[in-house]
């Protein structure tokens, strides 16, 4: 009995499945939608959501495809894609693939040093990789806030391009040391291969290049030279959420990186989906590789990091005085990096020892100290406490009235008085997306503006965070 070629194309994607990453299938292969196999010309049409799905497929997965195609439909399958090109007007249109799919395409790596741009073999000048040669992995404390993001690091530095983590996003607060990490990736990567172009780059030192660019009239060349580095580093993206023509242009520059199998590796102070203002056509591949969240350390890592940069500078510390600054410093690695470099000054004028006395002292003028940093379990436990509701009941999926008040108040106060992004706070508090999270808020605020003893009740809860609002 000859099975439906629908069967048999779900048979593929078994077969798929077994042989990429459980991201890779999701990513590339889990959006692909059958359309219809014609026997007599032994045509396959698949439908794919953008030409960029279209064109990463052939590039890099038209081997597994002949090899799964031939075994469940037979030899001499043609391969033919339907490309959504609007999705709003439902436009798209049919591409072929370049060869049939049972024969094995050239391997992209003999094209890997090519670009359309270079008309000859000239070596490319010298580049100054901008990076600080003091944020290495040596001096980057490993814990349990960055293990994963600093592990990845490691392995892309020594493999650069040749991993699943491509692009790296890296996303947390500020002073949690994103910064420190990408450097250090870039240092690594640039002492084991010197012979590669790394370059590291702030987004706003992107766009006032972009921008002078612009104003010379030498765009082509900009673009030119970024789409000639093998490791770009880019910091702070969230700072380009406005500048259209600065992402369109980084477009063009990150899609030819990415097709050549460059590495690049971006940080942000939040993940790709609360980027506002950023295309979606940017975010899709912001987000097919690997994204990983930096967060605060936490009071341990803050005293290894202190003692770490006592053991570096000679200092001698206290231990008391070290614990006293990794619970006030608000988890902020530069907090109690400027704290020990106040400490050891004041301590050099006026000859005096450095004791818990002096520490309070600089806390006070360098750290900006809400007695402690609230977080979602304060925040839960108190709201939780005044509903007299478990966190248990909170986080289901019940819909039962005081359930959802108190959610929706605790992901309201966890918005104020935290600066997590509402997918985070939505994940903290039941496994909730950012949309439920904006809706809430708007919910809470709704109804302190017409209710009296609402507002009355939070304002209860506010004062007992015993923090000024």
Known sequence: MVSHPKALWDNCLSLIRENVTEQQYRTWFEPIVFEKYDDDSRTLLVQVPSMYVYEYLEQYYVGLLSKVLTRCFG??????????????????????????????????????????TVLDSTPYQELNPQLDVHKTFQSFIEGDSNKLPRTVGISIAEHPGKSTFNPFFVYGPSGCGKTHLINAIGVRCKEMYPQKRVLYVSARLFQVQFTDATRRNTVNDFIHFYQTID??????????????????????????????????IL?????????????????????????????????????????????????????????????TANGSVRDLEGVVNSLMAYSIVYNSNIDMRLAERIIQRAVKVDNKPLTVDDI??????????????????????????????????????????????????????????????????????????????????????????
């Open 267 to 327: 940080a942000s102070d939040r993940p790709p989906v609360d980027l506002q203002g950023v295309k979606d056509r940017l975010l899709t591949r912001f987000s097919c590789g690997l994204i990983a969240e930096l967060e605060k350390p936490n009071v341990q890592l803050c005293k290894d990091i202190l003692n770490a940069k006592c053991r570096r500078d000679g200092l001698k510390i206290p231990e008391d005085v070290i614990q006293f600054i990794a619970e």
């Open 231 to 264: 490791v770009l580093i880019v910091d702070d993206i969230q700072e380009w959420a406005t500048a259209t023509k600065t992402l369109d242009t980084f477009f063009h520059i990150f899609d030819h990186l990415f097709r050549l199998g460059k590495q690049i």
């Open 380 to 469: 839960m436990e108190k709201v939780c406490g005044h509903y007299k509701v478990t966190q248990q009941q909170v986080f289901s999926r019940s819909r039962k009235r005081d359930y959802v008040l108190v959610r929706q108040i605790s992901m309201y106060l966890t918005q104020k008085y935290t600066k997590m992004p509402a997918g985070r706070i939505g994940q903290l508090i039941g496994g909730r997306d950012h949309s439920t999270v904006i809706h809430s808020c708007s919910i809470i605020e709704q109804r302190l503006k017409v209710d009296k003893a609402f507002s009355a009740e939070l304002s209860s809860i506010e004062n007992s965070f015993k923090l000024k609002k």
């Open 75 to 116: 030899q001499s399958i043609q391969l033919t894609y339907r490309v959504v090109t609007d999705k709003q007007h439902g436009l798209s249109q049919t591409v072929q693939a370049e060869d049939p799919v049972n024969i094995e395409p050239a391997q992209p790596t003999s094209r890997a040093n090519q670009s359309p």
